[in-house]
């Protein structure tokens, strides 16, 4: 096909100087041109922090991020993934397997990667179908909706009960409770806005959020139910033994229970969302997507560039076990430093046209999964496979797709996602 590039990524030139700590400037929208003035000016930047941080460095260039992420002796995971100061104490009763090094790492990663294998997570397409079928026909049916609430949410809240193994009526709460955690920043999504509020006493809790005291609580009685019963579900799997005979203790399954809630459901979800709203208002990626059979390899192209388009996943924080240098900057041992993947995923130096959506973008390496190091996303397989059959069969179902009010951005400097999309969607 003859390629055409049309520029559908929202660009506020106002944004150049940014304040990349604060959660309200996420709300706007993800803040391109102070991204790109530092991946031009300043790769590996200082950054300071207003809320009684002790500063970090933001390395904000693809083959940089790459480089960090790829050394986890001197860039550990294992004080923490996110930007907040935790004591010892604290770390230790919230960690997950992301914020572990290996070898533990691996040995976690190992036992988790049995319930989330390329090959079992393809058997899942006819399950992923008939749910987009379900909820396609009853948005189609409303017309007007908000996209994000009635179509993106919805297919990852109920796959992750089908995939975990929980019980369908449960789904929604266990979203809402994900999203608590996950969305702790927001107050759309909680009580408990991080920022805003004394979470202190929660400070041994997922995410530091009263909601992970509740999944907690629900993971125990999960696990329970399972102790001399294989119900033949991922979560089944993943507490029997490994070859060597090895389990997960009581804390590490409930804090991966935790992160398959909260993380299992929001990146996928607002990856779709960012899809539908580049279908919207990009008539020719509609036109043509819409035209393509299932099986096209346009399709596989196509959802590698809506992955590297929403970049969920906006930054992972590593701490440096020694002094490193990085573009002629002093990297100390002890300094925290933020590797932002979405910069790197608008990275002129590796992407064409970063800011245009090429349906057929060649070698699209793009790191929206964590790519390059030993922490690369568990549920990358499942989340290719839910775009691209959730945007299948939403084409299938509808003429047009209009925007038809502003999109709204969650308040958040770590997950970027369209919370709200309001679409009037033309039956076909």
């Known amino acids: 096909m003859e390629k055409i590039l049309k520029t559908v990524c929202p660009i506020n030139n106002d944004d150049i100087d940014a304040d990349i700590t604060s959660h309200d400037t996420f709300e706007k929208g993800f803040p391109h041109m102070a991204f790109k003035r530092m991946r031009d000016d300043d790769p590996c930047a200082w950054v300071d922090e207003k809320d009684g941080g002790k500063g970090f460095w933001a390395v904000t260039r693809y083959n940089d991020i790459r480089e960090v992420n790829g050394l986890p002796k001197i860039f550990s995971s294992a004080q923490g993934i996110r930007l907040e100061e935790q004591s010892k104490e604290e770390f230790e009763a919230r960690k997950t397997f992301q914020e572990t090094d290996p070898p533990i790492h691996t040995r976690q990663r190992m036992m988790f990667h049995r319930g989330f294998t390329r090959k079992l997570v393809s058997t899942y397409e006819p399950l992923i179908r008939e749910i987009c079928n379900d909820i396609l026909n009853d948005a189609v049916d409303l017309s007007e909706v908000d996209a994000t609430k009635e179509i993106a949410k919805k297919l990852p809240m109920r796959m992750l009960g089908r995939v975990v193994g929980t019980p369908d009526e449960d789904a929604e709460w266990l979203v809402s409770r994900g999203d608590a955690m996950i969305a702790n920043s927001d107050p759309d999504f909680t009580d408990h806005v991080i920022d805003k509020v004394d979470t202190d006493e929660y400070r041994f809790l997922p995410f530091r959020s009263p909601a992970g005291k509740e999944i907690y609580d629900y993971g125990e009685k999960q696990k329970k139910l399972r102790e001399n019963h294989n119900m033949g579900d991922v979560m089944s799997m993943l507490l029997q033994p490994d070859k060597q005979g090895d389990k997960l203790s009581d804390l590490e399954f409930k804090n991966f229970f935790a992160l398959m809630v909260a993380a299992g459901n929001d990146t996928t979800r607002y990856t779709m969302a960012s899809s539908m709203h580049a279908l919207a208002n990009n008539p020719y990626i509609f036109d043509y997507l819409k035209s393509a059979p299932d099986d096209a390899p346009i399709w596989l192209s196509a959802t590698e560039e809506f992955i590297r388009w929403a ?95 502003p999109e709204k951005y969650l308040r958040s400097n770590f997950i970027r996602g369209i919370k709200n999309l309001p679409v009037r969607l033309t039956s076909a």
């Open 311 to 405: 970049s969920p996943t906006m930054h992972f924080r590593r701490t440096a076990t020694e002094d490193y240098k990085l573009h002629n900057k002093k990297i100390k041992e002890g300094d925290k430093v933020a590797i932002w993947f979405t910069s790197g995923n608008y990275d002129e130096r590796k992407f064409s046209n970063p800011f245009s959506f090429d349906l057929e973008r060649e070698n699209n390496q793009h790191i929206a999964f964590g790519q390059g190091g030993p922490h690369t996303c568990l549920g990358m397989w499942l989340a290719r496979l839910e775009v691209r059959v959730a945007m299948q069969e939403l084409l299938k179902r509808v003429l047009k797709i209009e925007q038809i009010g």
